[in-house]
C-alpha cells in the first residue's frame, strides 16, 4: 500500500488585495483566489497557490491574480500540521485542491492524479473566530477530501463550541 499523508490548512479570510499588500509579515503557506473573471455571474474559486516566502511579494508579481476582474478576494491557507510543513506538504495540498476542484485559472496539476492524501479545511474568519458555517465561495470545497489512490472520499464537518 502506498504511503498516505494527511494534512490540516487553516484557512482565513477573506482579504482584499490591499490587506494582503499590507501585510508584508504574512508568509508561507497556500492561497486561493476568489472572485468573477470576465463575463462571468458567479464567484467561485478561481486560483490555488502556494508561497514560501511573504504573500504580499507573491501577490504583487503574480500571473494569474490580476485576471480576477470583480468581487476579488483571498483564503490564506497555513499549514496546521503536520508542524514545520515544507514545500512537499504545501505542494501535496494544493495539488490535491487543483485537481479536485479544477479551478479555471489554474493551468498544472489539473491532470494528474494527486499522490494519496488526506486534506483537512478549517476555516476561519479575519478575526480568527471559527467558521461555524463555510462562506459561500467555499461551499463547494469540502471541508476533508481523502484519495487512497483508488477511492475519493469527501464530506463536512460539524463545528461545534466546548
Not at 484557512?11 to 463575463?39: I, M, Q
Not at 502556494?50 to 490564506?76: A, C, D, M, N, P
Not at 473566530?129 to 487512497?148: F, G, I, M, N
Amino acid at each position: 500500500m502506498n504511503e498516505h499523508t494527511t494534512i490540516i490548512v487553516q484557512w482565513c479570510g477573506p482579504y482584499t488585495y490591499d490587506d494582503v499588500l499590507e501585510n508584508p509579515e504574512w508568509e508561507k503557506g497556500l492561497y486561493l483566489a476568489t472572485g468573477k473573471l470576465p463575463y462571468e455571474r458567479e464567484a467561485t474559486i478561481q486560483y490555488c497557490g502556494i508561497t514560501e516566502g511573504s504573500y504580499s511579494v507573491r501577490f504583487k508579481s503574480h500571473h494569474k491574480v490580476h485576471e480576477i476582474k470583480r468581487e476579488q478576494e483571498f483564503w490564506l491557507g497555513e499549514v496546521f500540521y503536520p508542524d514545520e510543513a515544507s514545500r512537499y506538504f504545501l505542494e501535496m495540498a494544493e495539488s490535491i485542491i487543483v485537481y479536485f476542484w479544477q479551478p479555471t485559472l489554474n493551468e498544472r496539476k489539473k491532470i494528474a492524479l494527486p499522490n494519496p492524501i488526506t486534506l483537512i479545511n478549517q476555516w476561519y474568519k479575519k478575526d480568527g473566530e471559527a467558521r461555524y458555517r463555510q462562506h459561500t465561495l467555499c461551499k463547494d470545497l469540502d471541508d476533508v477530501l481523502s484519495w487512497d489512490g483508488s477511492v475519493w472520499r469527501s464530506g463536512n464537518l460539524s463545528v461545534y463550541d466546548n
